[in-house]
């Protein structure tokens, strides 16, 4: 057989490439209820004013824990990118095309491209972000049930 | 208390791709090899070990590391016996606290030995595994593992912002592999031509594979004394730690100031060139972080070596080879000699050890005063260590 038999088809989150994104595993869950809706979204302190990414549960400015969710632009331009031809970890497809892109000013996120091949894009070329689902995470609860958490990730594509 | 700390001896495995070897073998070997080079020196005489060592959870199914790899090699530390983990700085990063240990009096000898196991039977673990090396969360999540995508935008960038060319980044690989060519530890020692060089399978344009360090196994260990013990235990020139600085200002890559001068690289040089008394041209001989051809050019120019932009001409002008203003990478780097984490700190302060005694494979001539320096993450950690032949 292949396979380790102990584990006997179980789920092995240690393994699992993508965030938990459940509010049962971390605090920042709405980040992910966001992108689900199409948002960007990271947090603003309340008191200092700080805007952070990633989002967070304490201001790294001031240490307050008052922070609320706003909006970040959803489109931007390519300042340079990458084609990845070798050494493409599991889970992707060669070219693997990463960019650095100009979110208008408000930061520089580098980011995975989707829905591209290689030769399709250029410098200054105007991408928006992309939404795609990801695989379930199955969790065990409490009276041996298993809970299935939907999750989404995203990446930036170009604007056709 | 307050001591002068010397580097005293250091060995290390044969570096390689998948050697037929476990992490734990490794240890001991490397151990072994570094107790040889002090013959003074027993592992009874050993009052505390630093592991360094980044994926042992995750290749080798093994967290506390430290305890396992003193049973092996017979050491029983009195007063520190722990492991420490930053990635591809690893190995320095456990350099820099056995010196704080033993500057400040709690420790007297240290042995400090690092290395990586990164191979498994199936090849794809290891490039999946590199998905926890950078903010996994936020970067490494969109595929950033290995980092040649970071590098290949980084060295476009340069290139736009100060006309860094694909030859210029060519022959840095040219000079590696040339001062690897003698070295029985390196993974590859086998010299090539630019013309080779340029012609290599393209990773992430501009990156060629002889632009990119490889995937390695390979284990180094090193013993770090006060220096009156020092003088006990060997004969040879001592060499001692003047100055060190780690230094970061941020993890994400969407938290980087600046992708071509890297902030936390200057402010770690910096602090260790304060602490030593000097500057950057009182360095003859330097081991840096080489895991990309374009991060030893852009290193010649934030660590004060020559003006920032000029670090493509630096390696053109041979100013970083042999008889230049300070060879870099004398034993053939990251490039060449591979890059297990752990292993790359302590490998490159054995080197600068050898070239300080005089005893280096291949030697700078009269070199009193050496520099070493890490980049760990995406381009997040840099640290430095400077050592010398006066204190």
């Not at chain 2, 969360?137 to 950033?144: F, Q």
């Not at chain 2, 004394?225 to 001692?240: F, G, M, N, Q, S």
């Not at chain 2, 200002?249 to 690289?265: D, H, I, K, R, Y």
Request: aromatic content about 8%.
């Amino acid at each position: 057989m292949r396979g380790i038999s102990i584990l006997d088809g179980k789920y092995a989150v240690s393994m699992d490439m993508y965030p938990l994104q459940d509010k049962k595993f971390n605090k920042i869950y709405k980040f992910y209820d966001h992108l689900k809706a199409g948002r960007f979204t990271t947090t603003q302190c309340k008191d200092c004013g700080l805007r952070s990414f990633p989002p967070r549960v304490i201001c790294p400015e001031c240490l307050s824990d008052n922070l609320e969710w706003v909006d970040l632009p959803t489109e931007g331009t390519i300042i340079v990118f990458s084609e990845e031809l070798l050494g493409v970890p599991l889970g992707f497809d060669p070219p693997l095309i990463h960019a650095f892109i100009d979110l208008g000013g408000e930061m520089v996120f580098l980011s995975r491209m989707v829905n591209c091949q290689a030769g399709d894009l250029k410098k200054g070329d105007k991408v928006k972000i992309s939404v795609f689902p990801i695989e379930s995470v199955f969790a065990d609860g409490r009276r041996g049930e298993v809970l299935e958490q939907e999750r989404v990730f995203f990446g930036f594509e170009k604007v056709k | 208390m307050s001591r002068n700390v010397c580097i005293i001896g250091g060995g290390m495995t044969v570096w390689g791709a998948a050697l037929e070897a476990s992490a734990r073998d490794m240890y001991q070997e490397a151990g072994k090899a570094c107790f040889e080079d002090i013959p003074g020196l027993s592992n009874k005489d050993v009052d505390g070990l630093i592991v360094a060592s980044s994926f042992t959870e995750r290749i080798s199914f093994q967290t506390h590391l430290a305890p396992v790899v003193a049973e092996y090699l017979g050491i029983k530390p009195k007063n520190i016996c722990a492991r420490v983990e930053l990635l591809c700085a690893s190995g320095s990063s456990a350099i820099i606290m056995a010196y704080g240990l033993v500057k400040s009096g709690i420790a007297d000898v240290i042995m400090v030995v690092g290395g990586e196991k990164l191979y498994t039977p199936q090849r794809w673990e290891v490039f999946y595994s590199e998905l926890g090396t950078g903010d996994h969360d936020w970067d490494c999540v969109h595929g950033l593992g290995l980092p040649p995508p970071l590098f290949s935008m980084v060295s476009q960038l340069h290139m736009q912002r100060y006309g860094t060319t694909e030859e210029q980044l060519a022959m840095v690989s040219v000079k590696s592999r040339r001062n690897a060519a003698n070295n029985p530890k390196a993974q590859v020692q086998k010299a090539i031509t630019l013309e080779e060089a340029l012609g290599s399978p393209v990773v992430a344009a501009p990156l060629k594979l002889s632009d990119c360090c490889p995937v390695t196994d390979g284990a180094a260990a090193t013993i770090i004394a006060c220096e009156e013990k020092a003088r006990y235990l060997t004969d040879k020139p001592l060499v001692y730690i003047r100055g060190t600085g780690q230094a970061t200002v941020n993890n994400m890559s969407a938290n980087m100031p600046n992708t071509t001068t890297w902030e936390a690289l200057k402010i770690a040089s910096n602090q260790a060139y304060n602490k030593a008394g000097i500057k950057p041209s009182d360095i003859d001989v330097a081991q840096t972080h080489d895991c990309f051809t374009i991060s030893e050019i852009i290193e010649y120019e934030d660590l004060g070596f020559c003006e920032k932009g000029e670090g493509g001409l630096f390696v053109q002008e041979g100013r970083s080879d042999f008889g230049g203003d300070v060879p870099v990478n004398t034993d053939g780097g990251l490039l060449s000699c591979g890059h297990p984490f752990g292993g790359t700190g302590i490998r490159q302060g054995i080197e600068i050890m050898r070239q300080l005694r005089g005893d280096a494979t291949r030697q700078v001539e009269g070199a009193s005063t050496g520099l070493t320096h890490n980049l760990s993450g995406l381009i997040s950690v840099h640290t430095i260590l400077i050592y010398g032949r006066d204190i």
